[in-house]
């Protein structure tokens, strides 16, 4: 073979995304929301305190490979931490702030976190559990607020303040070492660990930054709603420091009233956000009527993205919401609804309203039951599964999910066609779990608790669509014999098992669970009866967030 005379060995990694901050874009911007108004800093400044926190970092003891985990909001501090982990070869493991206790202990122990560095707000949720966590040896607190009772805490400031400023970064040589770390609860079973690489987070943020998907370029400000806890809130913060964008962190602000002053205000070019907080923004926005016209495009996703919804932001405020479809495992985007060239009108709306176009360098395929391919038609459905260099390739030292691997494809559980143009069109989730607001329910988990109850005989807990939330739990019971326990009862029960948000505000009882020829509950029964009406429903109180 001929081979190519080009440098294929260049590493890809963050350190080359730090270095362009530094050097290009150091007049660049990071504007965070706190308690106090907004606090800026340039992006000179931000790297320059990225060095103290890697030297930081390492005067606690962590070393190459060492997981630094993170309990925070989006803000200067937790993208300062985005880059120093990585950059100083360590692994940032960005910890979900909305798990419940026994999951956030499963997750820290399972990556042995040796650091965490929280938000002196999440201190009282974090203080709960971390005498369950065995690995980690020091809590730095992000902010002026109280360590309370979290052991060896030190302050994130007089960390960086104690240090003599600069750092030594030992250039990192080969770019599939491990750069960042995020765990997704959307299978049944313990959590699995999505383990990013240098090369990953590049490919997929200059992926990003491509035309045809976001078209993230120097001029944009761009406003990661999504958390930085979640798929590293869609690569945002890498591909805006990747091309020198500005950012605009909304910290724990996420009402309605904070996120259109933050972009009427910062004059934000891009937003992104699941759809229930586009849909509450809505409303807000009909009323009070902010000056958005900054917004240059709204990246959306996590959840199907309804088309009134496109079209009411489009129509009445001229906002251009861009329908994303991706998962923790794909880094996340792996393909983004822009209609392909021509196409107008209603055809251009039925191209918006699917999961999008595949990306470059993503590759797709059906895939029938009985594991034959099926056609790109548009209309012939399958399991859809992905390849490319920024989809996982195993779960995190968890053989268990090997199945959700096919021959070098991920399995995505979720159901789709496809059709000539590429475009995916999800149908249907082949796993049995429930999104809300952007965050995983697992029914397995919820059925479990449920039957604990001495009065419960089965439960089935299946999603059903809600406008504000996407999709929220709705718990199908069998009372034991004689038992008459109430819809408010089980919720109670539920109350200290599960996190709030969990809690289904539906109930509804059925003499039986249907199941399937080999026993299983038969979830499809329930959602058709679901759908076409024939299910008692008795409603529980609201959502709780
Ligand atoms: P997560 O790993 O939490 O990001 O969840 C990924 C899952 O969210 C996907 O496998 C889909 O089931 C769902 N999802 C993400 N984006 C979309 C979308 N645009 N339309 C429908 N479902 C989506």
């Not at 009134?308 to 489009?314: M, N, V």
């Amino acid at each position: 073979m001929l081979q190519g005379l080009v440098q294929d060995d260049h590493p890809l990694t963050l350190q080359h995304i730090l270095d362009r901050m530094r050097r290009m874009y150091g007049d660049g911007e990071v504007v965070t929301l706190t308690d106090d108004g907004t606090v800026r800093a340039t992006y000179s400044e931000v790297c320059e305190r990225i060095d103290r926190l890697c030297s930081g970092l390492e005067s606690l003891g962590v070393g190459p490979g060492d997981r630094v985990a993170t309990f925070a909001w989006n803000s200067q501090r937790h993208l300062e931490a985005y880059m120093a982990a990585p950059c100083m070869g360590a692994v940032l493991h960005t910890l979900n702030i909305r798990l419940f206790e026994d999951q956030l202990t499963y997750i820290a122990n399972h990556a042995k976190d040796k650091v965490v560095l929280v938000d002196d707000s999440m201190v009282p949720v974090l203080e709960k559990v971390a005498p369950s966590f065995q690995t980690v040896e020091h809590y730095v607190i992000m902010g002026d607020g109280d360590a309370g009772s979290l052991p060896n805490a030190i302050r994130y400031e007089e960390l960086l303040a104690d240090q003599p400023g600069g750092y030594d970064y030992k250039p990192i040589e080969d770019d599939r070492q491990a750069a960042g770390l995020c765990y997704t609860s959307g299978t049944t079973g313990n959590p699995k660990g999505v383990l990013y690489s240098h090369r990953s987070d590049v490919l997929h943020a200059l992926g990003q930054c491509i035309a045809d998907a976001l078209g993230i370029c120097n001029a944009d400000r761009v406003m990661p709603v999504v958390p930085m806890f979640h798929a590293n809130a869609w690569g945002l913060p890498h591909a805006s420091m990747f091309v020198g964008a500005d950012m605009v962190m909304p910290s724990r602000f996420l009402q309605p009233e904070p996120l259109a002053r933050l972009i009427e205000d910062e004059r934000v070019t891009v937003a992104a956000a699941v759809p229930t907080i586009w849909a509450d923004l809505l409303r807000w926005c009909d009323e009070h009527k902010p000056d958005l016209s900054s917004l240059r495009v709204v990246p959306c996703g996590g959840a199907a993205v309804p088309l009134e919804l496109q079209k009411a932001w489009e129509e009445r405020h001229g906002v251009r919401i861009l329908q994303a479809w991706g998962m923790t495992e794909t880094s996340p985007v792996g393909s983004v609804a822009r209609p392909p060239r021509g196409v107008e009108g209603d055809e251009a709306w039925a191209c918006r309203a699917k999961a999008g176009r595949i990306l470059p360098l993503v590759e797709a395929r059906l895939v029938a039951d009985d594991g034959s391919e099926v056609d790109w038609d548009g209309e012939q459905t399958g399991e859809l599964e992905v390849r490319g260099p920024w989809i996982a390739s195993a779960y995190y030292e968890d053989p268990s999910g090997a199945d959700k691997f096919d021959d070098g494809w991920l399995r995505t559980g979720d159901i789709a066609a496809i059709d000539s143009k590429g475009f995916i069109r999800i149908t249907d989730r082949a796993k049995d779990v429930i999104k809300s607001g952007g965050e995983w329910i697992s029914s397995v988990e919820l059925e479990g608790e449920l039957m604990a109850h001495p009065e419960v005989l089965e439960a089935a807990v299946i999603a059903k669509p809600d406008e504000r939330w996407s999709e929220r739990p709705l718990a199908c019971v069998v009372r034991s014999e004689g038992s008459d326990v109430s819809a408010e009862d089980l919720r109670e029960h539920l109350r200290s098992r599960v996190a709030k948000w969990w809690l289904p505000d539906e109930f509804a009882f059925v003499d039986e669970v249907p199941k399937t020829s080999v026993g299983k509950f038969d979830k499809k029964v329930l959602r058709k009866r679901l759908e076409e009406g024939q299910l008692e429903r008795e409603p529980v109180g609201a959502a709780e967030r």
